[in-house]
């Protein structure tokens, strides 16, 4: 299993909508070992498994990202710290530009 970002083209509830947007956060076991205790320590709210991103928090989640970041390259070394980066700064460049609008929805988990 992994955890990801996701962006439908519709309502996520709804079983017509399909999947438009797919991004690796990374991997259960890097999410367990490195993500949590990072969202846990720097009380993140938006970018966790289960989060529900919409147009008005797009600001508050890319500082999320950065803390993120910061986090990583003082907690995490080696492998592990590259993986995290190369995947944080991907998101940094994706979900600016994943809203079509302000209706989007983008989902983590």
């Avoid at 999320?64 to 991907?90: F, P, S, T």
Wanted: proline share 1%; charged share 30%; aromatic share 14%.
């Amino acid at each position: 299993m992994s955890v990801g970002l996701y962006k439908y083209d519709g309502d996520f509830y709804d079983r017509n909508s399909e999947l438009v947007l797919s991004e690796n956060i990374a991997s259960e076991r890097f999410y367990n070992k490195y993500w949590e205790k990072a969202i846990n320590e720097l009380n993140v709210k938006y970018i966790q498994d289960g989060a529900e991103i919409n147009f008005a928090m797009k600001d508050t989640v890319l500082k999320e990202l950065e803390m993120l970041l910061e986090w990583a390259m003082k907690n995490v070394e080696g492998k592990d710290l590259q993986y995290m980066k190369d995947r944080i700064e991907n998101l940094q460049k994706v979900i600016p530009t994943a809203f079509d609008d302000e209706n989007t929805i983008l989902y983590i988990f």
